[in-house]
């Protein structure tokens, strides 16, 4: 196969890819969202949060992992995470144990949807 038919088909394939993970995404969100505004505890809407955060990657066949957990305090404790996507957060809640929670800007409670789920998995609004 030559060079500009192989790339054509290689920027075809991640258009096909791009659109099947935001399916995934899309559909994963659209079942857990429900779960998470249950009147379940902290806890519990936490653990959903990580587990949909999970199974998104692995249907996307990315993988995402902690390294060295052993790392990780038992008690409290802030992860500072420098962004580099809209997907931080959920390779975050993806990649930490259930039970971290994010510190966000407030600006982002406003936003209607977003705002209501980093509510009910116990995130912090800042100035």
Do not use: W
């Not at 305090?73 to 580099?84: E, F, K, L």
């Not at 994010?102 to 116990?122: D, H, N, Q, T």
């Amino acid at each position: 196969m030559s060079g500009p038919l192989k790339r054509t088909l290689r920027e075809i394939l991640h258009i096909f890819y791009g659109i099947y993970a935001g399916l995934v995404f899309v559909v994963l969100s659209l079942l857990a969202f429900p779960l998470v505004l249950l009147p379940f505890r902290i806890g519990t809407r936490r653990r959903i949060a990580h587990v949909t955060a999970r199974l998104f990657f692995k249907l996307a066949g990315m993988q995402v992992r902690l390294l060295d957990e052993g790392r990780l305090p038992r008690g409290p404790c802030v992860i500072v995470a420098n962004h580099a996507s809209y997907l931080d957060g959920v390779v975050l809640k993806a990649s930490l144990p259930a039970r971290f929670c994010f510190v966000i800007k407030k600006e982002v409670s406003r936003i209607p949807v977003a705002g209501m789920l980093l509510r009910r998995i116990g995130s912090e609004f800042v100035d």
